[in-house]
């Protein structure tokens, strides 16, 4: 499952105990949703957790019934939710949603926690944020440039710094720092995700830390990454002088494993070996590189 999937799962979970939370919610969804006109309203989605929220609002807000249809792709499986509104309803949600003198209704923000509840609404709808390990990136995507600047001014009342970028004729209200993003996920009630983000930063820092200093005496901040470099180090070498495939198949798993979870411990670098191996195996399969690496 993708970052931000996960962080939409989890954002899909938390309840409203107020009515306009719900709407405010609601109005989020659908002002960053496919189509929010007067005439049609269209929520498409690959989240099945994202469209199960959507008909519940618009049902419980507006007692209205989502026409829903679901299509499969055929090569990925990936199942994707189509909902859309009939006229009659379409045109009663959108006049009681929306007004002539802004973008964003702020009339629809009654109580202190209803400005959450949309943002949170329009990060379901159209936002995207790539895995903190990998890069810092936040989006949320619209195809209007007035919205995106009303977005954009609602976030600095809410202190959540965001800039706007455009590509193919669509705005992002983007952020890019990890704090920036750190707060934008707090605010919305994705406090796990914004506690893995701290984590990648952390480790991030730790990492640069080492590399800047350019040897393990900084590593007493984290043995486990110090180690783990020395490691990668090993393997490394010896896989450029072309002896790691020598050490046998399991040697060799261990260390691609090594490779691809430099934060790891070696107690979980155990546990995610397919059959599980002990703590201790792993040790003796990680002296040996390192040993043997040195003889090189
Ligand atoms: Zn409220």
């Known amino acids: 499952m993708s970052f931000t999937s996960e962080t939409k ?19 989020g969804m659908l002002l960053f949703c496919n189509v929010f006109e007067s005439s049609k309203i269209k929520y498409v989605t690959e989240h099945s957790d994202s469209a199960e929220l959507f008909c519940r609002l618009v049902f419980d807000v507006y007692s209205a019934e989502c026409n829903h249809y679901v299509t499969e792709k055929k090569q990925s499986g990936q199942k994707s939710y189509k909902m859309t509104l009939n006229l009659v309803d379409a045109r009663r949600i959108y006049s009681d949603l929306t007004t002539k003198n802004s973008d964003i209704n702020r009339e629809i923000f009654v109580c202190k926690n209803c400005r959450e509840a949309f943002l949170r609404g329009a990060f379901i709808a159209s936002g995207v944020i790539l895995n903190p390990h ?51 996920l707090a605010f919305i009630g994705a406090n796990k995700a914004a506690f893995k983000l701290m984590d990648a930063k952390i480790v991030s820092d730790i990492r640069n830390n080492i590399n800047r200093v350019g ?35 399991n040697i060799v798993y261990t260390a691609a494993l090594r490779t691809e979870n430099p934060e790891m411990s070696v107690g ?29």
């Open 9 to 27: 799962t989890m954002l899909c979970r938390i309840t409203h105990a107020k009515e306009c939370c719900k709407r405010a919610q609601l109005y």
């Open 134 to 184: 990998k890069t810092y990136h936040l989006e949320v995507r619209t195809d209007s440039v007035d919205i995106a600047e009303e977005l954009c001014a609602l976030c600095a009342e809410c202190n959540i710094n965001v800039k706007i970028s455009n590509r193919q004729n669509s705005f992002f209200v983007y952020a890019k720092k990890s704090e920036e993003i750190e707060t934008f």
């Open 215 to 249: 040897n393990c005496e900084m590593a007493n901040l984290d043995k486990t990454i110090c180690a783990a470099q020395e490691q990668i180090s090993a393997i490394e070498k010896l896989k450029s002088a072309g002896k790691l495939a020598n050490l046998g198949e």
């Open 268 to 296: 979980d670098l155990a546990k995610i070996h397919v059959p599980e191996v002990s703590k201790s195996c792993v040790v003796h399969r990680l002296s040996k590189i390192i040993s043997l690496s040195k003889e090189l």
